[in-house]
């Protein structure tokens, strides 16, 4: 069973940044797709990036184009989210999830997750 322990989270002021950690443990990167998905209080889950098995990312949150980027080492069984010009409306418990190999906006599609990471951006 895939096991995923999320890292990185903080308290930021705007227009800082913060790099997320996802290691996955019990199976390889190279047969498994990482999401990383957000909850604001109040709000529903929602997508903002992935990673497939294959290397190729994709961007599901409109408003963290140009500020997220999701990259992974293999070697580290670990995947990132660099996040920055951080916002207060980016405050949430940040999540990563596993699939199989492809990514998916479908947030039904994820198997396994992590218990999260609290990002806060405040002044």
């Known amino acids: 069973q895939v096991q995923l322990v999320e890292s990185g989270g903080g308290l930021v002021q705007p227009g800082g940044s913060l790099r997320l950690s996802c290691i996955a443990s019990?199976?390889?990167?190279?047969?498994?797709?990482i999401g990383w998905f957000r909850q604001a209080p109040g709000k529903e889950r929602e997508g903002v990036s992935c990673?497939?098995?294959?290397?190729?990312?994709?961007y599901f949150l409109e408003s963290g184009k140009g500020r997220f980027t999701v990259s992974r080492d293999v070697a580290k069984d670990t995947v990132y989210l660099h996040v920055s010009n951080l916002r207060p409306e980016d405050t949430a418990v940040y999540y990563c999830?596993?699939?199989?190999?492809?990514?998916?906006?479908?947030?039904?599609?994820?198997?396994?997750w992590g218990q999260g990471t609290q990002v806060t951006v405040s002044s």
């Open positions: 999830a596993a699939t199989d190999y492809y990514c998916s906006g479908d947030i039904s599609s994820y198997t396994y």
């Open positions: 019990a199976f390889t990167l190279d047969l498994l797709a």
């Open positions: 990673i497939s098995a294959s290397d190729e990312s994709e």
